[in-house]
């Protein structure tokens, strides 16, 4: 997982509360701030931290990087549930995510004054929570818990709002004060209730301008409960459905953001970048694009996956009707997993190809779910793998398709799966990848991430 935050709140995670609401108050007089709500054109960059880096509070000093990488390929495995369209409901999208699965966190403040919130960044999911004032049955956290009446520029949705209309039936009507309830379930039995309402989104920015939103919708959570961490208090939805950060930025950003992945072997103190607006176009020498498919599943980000390649031996991803578009959106792009993965009988076809271009002999780790494994010693030489999406070549660096697990132990970064393929960040780093949801398309480019 990743902490996303900007300069201006770098410093201010390990000082107290109290000192972060003074800054952050004044931040707010400031004559930078930006209202994308008043159709003004955005273009601004934050950072991304990984989870396991020193900077995040999810950092145990006591993992070695090999049972910090195995944790990750178990969170990667795990979140494939959520979407698995056997146990999605079409209605609502937006309710098969697990909780725990989100590899990033996010640096934000809602209301006026503004309250810091530290929060799951899930490119997965859409609706903005945080757990609040009065809190019936929570999660235990480590900040204190957002309070309502405390902000000037709060407000609650009556039912029949377009605002509660937009989360579908996850959202519901309160008969005693006409205000409009929600409820999410995830697919590890976590869940969020509580109120749909409004309020002063603050984010941070690397060129120390703060962005100012008003009337965002979010969710005021009083009853959550299940495998949520200590260190985040709530979710913030970056997918493609219409209450999710990106879709209510809009206009503003032009439906554009983008991030740069740095590699796992990059310097502690080197951060990942994610982008919006002006500041996301992906263009230029080496840029590819792709179209991003739209689906009932609005949350998720579709592509096409047409074939893989090792080395000149080109493998098709299995179509059962060829005449029928049924191979548009075979793929979701996720951010928050870590291995790529595809159908399993594809897999197995892709797996033996790469064996056979290896000349070493496998080994096998038990405590892995990876498959296709070499002695990290052996002088290996992997094949290039190049993934086909539809008018675009995306070719992998070795790093993107072999994780260093251990010292002894070297595996190849894919996996089979009986659910719905996901393209993963490993696959995506050092590459800039850019999503114009107006356009719809997704774009790659070759990029030294850490430099950037």
Request: charged share 20%; with cysteine.
């Given at each position: 997982?990743?902490?996303?935050?900007?300069?201006?709140?770098?410093?201010?995670?390990?000082?107290?509360?109290?000192?972060?609401?003074?800054v952050?108050?004044?931040?707010?007089?400031s004559?930078f701030?930006?209202?994308?709500?008043?159709?003004?054109?955005?273009?601004?960059?934050?950072?991304?931290?990984?989870?396991?880096?020193?900077?995040?509070?999810?950092?145990?000093?006591?993992?070695?990087?090999?049972?910090?990488?195995?944790?990750?390929i178990?969170?990667?495995?795990?979140?494939?549930?959520?979407?698995?369209?056997?146990?999605?409901s079409?209605?609502?999208?937006?309710?098969?995510?697990?909780?725990?699965?989100?590899?990033?966190?996010?640096?934000?403040?809602?209301?006026?004054?503004?309250?810091?919130?530290?929060?799951?960044?899930?490119t997965?999911?859409?609706?903005?929570?945080?757990?609040c004032?009065?809190?019936?049955?929570?999660?235990?956290?480590?900040?204190?818990?957002?309070?309502?009446?405390?902000?000037?520029?709060?407000?609650?949705?009556?039912?029949?709002?377009?605002?509660?209309s937009?989360?579908?039936?996850?959202?519901?009507?309160?008969?005693e004060?006409?205000?409009?309830?929600?409820?999410?379930?995830?697919?590890?039995?976590?869940?969020?209730?509580?109120?749909?309402a409004?309020?002063?989104?603050?984010?941070?920015?690397?060129?120390?301008?703060?962005?100012?939103?008003k009337?965002?919708?979010?969710?005021?959570?009083h009853?959550?409960?299940?495998t949520?961490?200590?260190?985040?208090?709530?979710?913030?939805?970056?997918?493609?459905?219409?209450?999710?950060?990106i879709?209510?930025l809009?206009?503003?950003?032009?439906?554009?953001?983008s991030?740069?992945?740095?590699?796992?072997s990059?310097e502690?103190?080197?951060?990942?970048?994610?982008?919006f607006?002006?500041?996301?176009?992906?263009?230029?020498?080496?840029?590819?694009?792709?179209?991003?498919?739209?689906?009932?599943?609005?949350?998720?980000?579709?592509?096409?996956?047409?074939?893989?390649?090792?080395?000149?031996?080109?493998?098709k991803?299995?179509?059962?009707?060829?005449?029928?578009?049924?191979?548009?959106?075979?793929?979701?792009?996720?951010?928050?997993?870590?291995?790529?993965?595809?159908?399993?009988?594809?897999?197995?076809e892709?797996?033996?190809?790469?064996?056979?271009?290896?000349?070493?002999?496998?080994?096998?780790?038990?405590?892995?779910?990876l498959?296709?494994?070499?002695?990290?010693?052996?002088?290996l030489?992997?094949?290039?793998?190049?993934?086909?999406?539809?008018?675009?070549?995306?070719?992998?660096d070795?790093?993107?398709?072999?994780?260093?697990?251990?010292?002894?132990?070297?595996?190849?970064?894919?996996?089979?799966?009986?659910d719905?393929?996901?393209?993963?960040?490993?696959?995506?780093?050092?590459?800039?990848?850019?999503?114009?949801?107006?356009?719809?398309?997704?774009?790659?480019?070759?990029?030294?991430?850490?430099?950037?």
């Amino acid at each position: 997982k990743c902490v996303i935050h900007g300069e201006w709140l770098r410093g201010l995670w390990e000082t107290d509360v109290n000192l972060r609401k003074e800054v952050l108050i004044s931040l707010l007089s400031s004559p930078f701030l930006s209202n994308a709500n008043a159709h003004t054109k955005l273009g601004f960059t934050t950072d991304l931290i990984h989870r396991d880096s020193p900077k995040s509070p999810f950092y145990k000093p006591t993992e070695t990087s090999s049972q910090r990488l195995r944790n990750a390929i178990r969170r990667s495995v795990n979140r494939v549930v959520h979407f698995s369209s056997k146990d999605a409901s079409v209605d609502s999208p937006q309710t098969e995510i697990t909780s725990n699965r989100g590899e990033y966190l996010m640096n934000i403040s809602l209301g006026t004054p503004p309250f810091p919130i530290m929060a799951i960044a899930d490119t997965g999911s859409d609706l903005i929570w945080t757990q609040c004032k009065p809190c019936d049955d929570c999660y235990t956290q480590n900040d204190p818990l957002f309070d309502p009446k405390a902000s000037s520029t709060y407000k609650y949705f009556s039912c029949s709002s377009s605002q509660c209309s937009a989360l579908g039936n996850q959202a519901s009507c309160s008969t005693e004060d006409n205000t409009c309830p929600y409820s999410i379930s995830y697919g590890d039995h976590s869940y969020t209730n509580g109120n749909v309402a409004a309020d002063t989104l603050t984010l941070g920015s690397t060129n120390k301008r703060p962005v100012q939103l008003k009337n965002v919708i979010i969710g005021c959570g009083h009853n959550n409960n299940g495998t949520f961490n200590k260190e985040g208090s709530g979710i913030v939805g970056l997918g493609g459905g219409p209450v999710s950060l990106i879709s209510q930025l809009g206009e503003s950003i032009d439906g554009k953001f983008s991030y740069c992945l740095i590699p796992l072997s990059s310097e502690n103190d080197k951060t990942s970048k994610i982008n919006f607006g002006t500041s996301a176009v992906v263009s230029g020498t080496g840029a590819v694009s792709t179209p991003l498919i739209t689906k009932s599943r609005e949350t998720f980000y579709y592509l096409t996956l047409e074939s893989i390649s090792v080395g000149s031996k080109n493998i098709k991803f299995p179509v059962s009707d060829p005449g029928s578009g049924e191979g548009e959106g075979n793929i979701i792009i996720d951010s928050g997993t870590t291995l790529t993965m595809l159908p399993t009988t594809f897999y197995s076809e892709l797996e033996d190809a790469v064996a056979s271009s290896i000349d070493a002999e496998r080994q096998n780790d038990p405590e892995s779910p990876l498959s296709l494994c070499y002695s990290a010693t052996a002088n290996l030489k992997v094949p290039v793998i190049t993934m086909h999406f539809d008018g675009a070549d995306v070719k992998l660096d070795s790093s993107n398709s072999f994780v260093q697990l251990s010292e002894e132990l070297v595996c190849f970064a894919f996996r089979g799966s009986e659910d719905l393929a996901i393209y993963g960040n490993l696959s995506q780093m050092n590459f800039l990848v850019g999503y114009d949801t107006v356009s719809k398309t997704v774009s790659f480019k070759p990029a030294d991430c850490a430099k950037m």
